[in-house]
Structures are given as structure tokens and as C-alpha cells.
């Protein structure tokens, strides 16, 4: 069920979801001896399980995890063995590049497969299409979908509708914006201000067409096409993969005019993403946008611009929110230590205590609808990177503003295709003025023929 636009998460959180039914399951599923009514202060288990069930320390096991942040699991296993101190948890760093080849490398020899298995967005649909994950929904995990915020629920589904993961951090995107900049050339930092001047793509059109003729070409509003573009095709949430026909046209023509709009209309620059040039540009001044998901503020804002603190802010994308990242958190389906395994994945990533120490740690928000409820006051609070933005409450404005227009999409093992690429044509498109949409469009479909010849492409 969809929560209204107008619908507050923070503060109002409770009865928002009460009114629309979205916790009747999480009462009854927690630990902490309230009978159900989540008023002890205790932390509700998200779903009901062996592991949320049963005395923690009667759990016991190995846990293997393939991760690429050894920070992130080094910090959440000591807080997991305070309360599973039975448990141990291995960890392997691999590099997020290398991991598909070398769990599929595990897989075919029959060795060396962790139990808990990532899927980075870039190749999460590929993941999910081996069919080497444990349904969640099944024993002995019973794990309820109800409890997970709505969005997320495809985002972690395989293709027969079973979930299959939890999402490790809710990632929602809208906009970093240079406070200093939005000041000088149109009167306000205020972000309340800046949504309605671009409410609309066209608005977004017409303002980045002033701010290029007050700056005399000085400012721009992206540094590229491909920060346009992960709005533009984010905002697409319908599904255009069925089996192995893809429609592309669906997809990706109506993003391709808008982002062929603005190249023309001499509003974006000529960065490619993750370049050294586009990192270096955040602390240049020299572009008013950058696409920001809740992980951003630290490893894209701050990261690139050190000294920026208080000089930039958040606001949301006009006609609405997009996804940005996440990496998915399953188990796999052969694994000997599934409860020991499933106790770690609901301790760190949906129980409240963890969810806690995950969002005071490292800043990353939770699915699980119960911290919302419980941890209000840690919301409210000042966040890590809040007053980098200028003391604008980050989790808040993304719970409030963004969260709630959020729609999920079905993942597919052709999205890295179709990723992959637009990498590699999207250069060619600011370099070549000739190129139109529709040509644009027709390469797109002939290079994804090219590389899924498996499918039927239109």
C-alpha cells in the first residue's frame, strides 16, 4: 500500500502506518515480553524466526561472510556478539568488482561459498537469477515483508515474487545542491524554496538556463549526462524486462528526450562519472547538482569536499524520488549455519539495536518500519554529516520528503546489461552533437542486442 505524498514519516510516523494497516504484523513478532504491544522499550524482532525466537545464546555456529566493507562488519559483529556470543562471524573482504566471478568460481567447484552472500546493485538482478539464495519467507527464517518498508519489498524479490534478501540500507536519492551557489544566483539556499522553482523537468530546464546566463557559463547544473540520467531513468519504476524480452523503448525513451533536452539546451557538463574530474568538481563550485542516496553524504560529498562543510544542502528531485545504489543481504541456500547466519543478517541490518549502531555508525537507514517507530528521537537528532549540510536533518528529509513517493522495481540479470551499456555510449553522446534521442535510442537497443543475444530487445 502506498503512503500518501503529503504523509509524514517522522513524528507522524506511528499513526500514518496504523491508519493504513502496514504494522499490523510487527506486534506480534518481538521478543521483549510486551505481549505485543511494543510499549517496554525493548527491540521488536522483525519477523518472526528461529533466530529471533530462541535464546541468543543457545544459537551457535560459523558465519561466512564475503563483504568489501571490513569497517562496517568489523564495527557490527562485536555489537552482534554482546547478544550472540555463540556465534562467530568470518569475514572475507572481495572486492565488489570480482564478486560475482568468484562466487559463481565457488559455486561450479563446489567449495568456498560464503553463507552470507551481497549483491551490489550492479549485478544484483544477476544475482538473484543464479538462484543460489534461501527464500526468507520460508523456514526456518519465516521472515513477514510486511514489516520492511513498502519500496523496498521488489528490490529484494526474485522473479517468482520470494524474498530472498533484506536490503543492507535504504537508498532513496534526491539531490546534493552547493548552498553557496544557489545563493548567489538565485536568492535562496532554502531547499523548500529551490523544490518549488524545479518542481518539474521543465522547471529544472529553465532554471539551469539562467544559472548558465548568470554565471556567464560558469555554473552548470550537473556535471554530466550521467548524473541526469541515474534520475531521469531511476524515476522509470516500471518493470520493462518480461522473461527474456526487454523493451527498452519503454524504458529508456522517455528519460533519453529529457536527457537530450538538457545537453542541448547547454545545462549539463562533460564529466563521466567516478572520474577524477568529477570528483574533484564538488569542490570547485562549478555544477549546482550531484545525485545523493543517504551513503552519499560521506563517501561522495564530504569525501570530495572536505573543506565544504555547511555549504551544501538536500533537496528532492523534481517530480519525485529515485533509487541509488544498495547491495542486498541473503543467505545461501546450502549453507549448514542458515540460523546462526539469519541471526546475523536480522541483528545487523533489521533488528532495532543494530539498525541503531548501523545509522549512529555509518549512517545507513534501515527498512525494517519498527526503528522508525522506536528510534524517533535518534531520527530527530543531529546526524553525523547534518551540519556539513548546513544543519539540514538528513535522515529526516529523506523519511519525510523522498521516502514516501518511493516505488520499487522488479531486478532482472539484464540491468547490468543494459548499465553497462550506457557507460559506454554516454560519453560519445556529449562529445557528438549529431546524436539524437532516437538515434541515441536505436544504438542503445542494437549494443544491448549485442550483449544479451538471449533476448528479444525492442
Not at 564530504?302 to 562543510?309: L, T
Not at 549455519?337 to 546475523?344: H, I, L, P, Q, R
Amino acid at each position: 500500500m502506498n503512503i500518501k505524498k503529503k504523509a509524514k514519516w517522522v513524528g507522524g510516523f506511528v499513526s500514518v502506518l496504523m491508519l493504513t494497516g502496514l504494522l499490523a504484523a510487527c506486534g506480534g513478532n518481538n521478543t521483549t515480553g510486551d505481549n505485543g504491544t511494543g510499549n517496554n522499550g525493548g527491540t521488536a524482532a522483525p519477523a518472526a524466526s528461529t533466530a529471533a525466537s530462541t535464546d541468543p545464546t543457545q544459537i551457535s555456529g560459523t558465519v561466512k561472510v564475503w563483504d568489501w566493507d571490513e569497517a562496517f562488519q568489523k564495527g557490527m559483529i562485536v555489537e552482534f556478539n554482546k547478544k550472540y556470543p555463540n556465534i562467530k562471524v568470518e569475514v572475507t573482504v572481495v572486492n565488489p568488482n570480482d564478486y560475482l566471478q568468484k562466487l559463481q568460481s565457488g559455486i561450479a567447484s563446489g567449495s568456498d561459498v560464503p553463507d552470507v552472500i551481497l549483491g551490489e546493485s550492479a549485478y544484483r538482478g544477476k544475482l538473484f537469477d543464479l538462484g543460489v539464495l534461501d527464500n526468507l519467507e520460508a523456514a526456518p527464517y519465516n521472515f513477514d515483508k510486511s514489516t520492511i518498508i513498502d519500496y523496498v519489498v521488489p528490490y529484494v524479490s526474485n522473479s517468482k515474487g520470494e524474498v530472498i534478501a533484506v536490503d543492507q540500507s535504504l537508498t532513496p536519492a534526491g539531490f546534493a545542491y552547493r548552498r553557496d551557489l544557489a545563493k548567489q544566483y538565485w536568492g535562496t539556499d532554502d531547499p523548500a524554496e529551490l523544490e518549488k522553482k524545479i518542481s518539474t523537468w521543465d522547471d529544472f530546464i529553465a532554471a539551469g538556463k539562467e544559472l548558465k546566463e548568470k554565471s556567464a557559463d560558469k555554473v552548470l547544473m550537473f556535471p554530466g549526462l550521467g548524473d541526469a540520467f541515474l534520475a531521469l531513468k531511476g524515476q522509470n519504476f516500471a518493470s520493462y524486462v518480461n522473461g527474456t524480452e526487454i523493451d527498452l523503448t519503454s524504458k529508456l525513451q522517455k528519460p533519453l528526450n529529457r536527457l537530450f533536452e538538457m545537453r542541448d539546451a547547454g545545462i549539463i557538463g562533460k564529466n563521466e562519472l567516478w572520474t577524477p574530474a568529477w570528483s574533484a568538481s564538488m569542490a570547485k563550485g562549478e555544477f549546482m547538482f550531484y545525485p545523493m542516496a543517504p551513503w552519499g553524504a560521506k563517501w561522495h560529498i564530504s569525501a570530495n569536499d572536505p573543506d565544504g562543510s555547511g555549504r551544501w544542502g538536500l533537496l528532492k528531485a523534481p517530480e519525485g524520488g529515485f533509487t541509488r545504489g544498495g547491495t542486498a543481504i541473503g543467505i545461501y541456500k546450502d549453507s549448514k549455519v542458515k540460523d546462526a547466519a539469519w541471526a546475523f543478517i536480522q541483528y545487523a541490518y533489521l533488528s532495532d539495536e543494530g539498525s541503531a549502531f548501523n545509522f549512529k555508525t555509518f549512517g545507513n537507514m534501515t527498512s525494517s518500519k519498527s526503528f522508525y517507530e522506536t528510534q524517533k528521537a535518534l531520527i530527530d537528532a543531529p546526524g553525523p554529516y547534518d551540519e556539513f549540510f548546513g544543519g539540514q536533518n538528513l535522515a529526516k528529509y529523506f523519511v519525510e520528503n523522498i521516502v514516501p513517493d518511493m516505488k520499487g522495481e522488479a531486478q532482472s540479470k539484464y540491468d547490468s546489461v543494459v548499465d553497462s551499456v550506457f557507460n559506454a555510449l554516454y560519453p560519445l553522446w556529449m562529445k557528438d552533437g549529431s546524436v539524437t534521442a532516437d538515434s541515441a535510442l536505436q544504438k542503445f537497443i542494437q549494443e544491448t542486442k549485442n550483449k544479451a543475444s538471449d533476448a528479444t530487445i525492442k
